[in-house]
């Protein structure tokens, strides 16, 4: 779909853009051990990846970035746009409106196999109005930015001259210089009765104790950084990362193979995938246990959610 800013508008705003390697941290390339075999199966199997040496933001990007991207470029949303009917043919017209997707908890135990129980579309739900009309981020100019489509995210970093980073640079930036531990920071979720990292404590959906600090999403950095100084790569919100989701033993596409979006419209999957990382505010110990460096999950690339954010990468 087509966004508010004019090309031209978009060169000049970038052309004004300062250093982007600032406040970004650098990973050097290397070989590492990527993915898990002790957790969900589509993280395995562990195999090794080469990556280049890049940097990446130090946090996640935050209601205060996107909102020079906003201000610089005119940029509208998906969440702010109606849906075109012919893309959602089978759609009811009440849901043709702006809307996003935003979590409420349930009053009590709810079936987890149906996400239903959680999950409401909510008119008028976008960046700004993260849980609905009446609600803002204006007080919340350090929390990480929501309800991004991937093509938000991906107008996002070309505005600040950046990249979406792939799995696998995400992957070796989360774990922080450590290999084959489950979490980011060792093999404890809770070292010494530490939280690292924000994540679900109680029972999801319905009770959590907010025993780390917070219900929702924090602001970036209130969490110990890992081995490389990077904060929230775990919890808080999923990242986006710039591949298609696939599983990590489907063979490697050439020029003559079906690309794996190509693959996922084969399988049925009518919008195309993309990989997401980190976990959420949303993820506890007795659902979704995806708060690792391992874990993955497949985002359709035309949803936004309220926790679902970005950081970005430079290439040299």
């Known amino acids: 779909m087509a966004t508010a800013h004019t090309g031209q508008g978009l060169r000049q705003a970038v052309a004004a853009k300062p250093d982007p390697t600032a406040d970004m ?12 075999d002790e957790h969900y199966p589509e993280e395995a199997p562990v195999h090794d990846v080469t990556v280049g040496g890049f940097w990446i933001d130090r946090t996640t990007v935050r209601n205060r970035d996107f909102e020079r991207f906003v201000r610089a470029t005119g940029h509208v949303t998906l969440a702010e746009r109606a849906p075109d009917p012919a893309d959602y043919p089978d759609a009811l017209p009440d849901l043709l409106v702006p809307a996003s997707s935003v979590f409420v908890a349930p009053q009590h135990e709810v079936d987890l196999r149906n996400a239903y ?3 409401r579309y909510v008119p008028g739900a976008d960046w700004r109005h993260p849980s609905g009309p009446g609600s803002s981020v204006r007080k ?3 929390h990480p930015v929501v309800h991004l489509a991937w093509e938000d995210a991906e107008a996002y970093a070309r505005w600040a001259c950046k990249d979406i980073p792939t799995e696998a640079e995400w992957e070796l930036a989360a774990r922080g210089g450590i290999d084959r531990a489950a979490y980011a920071w060792g093999d404890e979720l809770s ?7 924000n994540t679900w404590q109680g029972t999801f959906p319905y009770a959590n104790t907010g025993a780390d600090g917070y219900l929702g999403t924090a602001p970036v950095g209130r969490y110990p950084p890992n081995g490389y100084g990077l904060y929230d790569m775990i ?7 710039a591949d298609w989701y696939s599983a990590h033993d489907d063979p490697a596409g050439s020029c003559c193979s079906p690309s794996p979006r190509d693959r996922s419209i084969e399988r049925g999957e009518r919008v195309p995938r993309r990989v997401i990382k980190g976990g959420s505010y949303l993820c506890a110990p007795n659902y979704c246990r995806r708060y690792r460096p391992a874990a993955r999950m497949a985002q359709p690339i035309d949803t936004a959610t309220c926790h679902v954010g970005l950081r970005c ?3 040299p």
């Open 25 to 36: 941290v650098w990973i050097a390339g290397r070989t590492f051990e990527m993915g898990s």
């Open 140 to 142: 919340r100019p350090d």
């Open 191 to 197: 070292p010494d009765g530490v939280w690292m990292a």
């Open 117 to 119: 129980n959680w999950w």
């Open 313 to 315: 990468v430079v290439r």
């Open 235 to 241: 919890g808080n919100v999923w990242e986006w990362t």
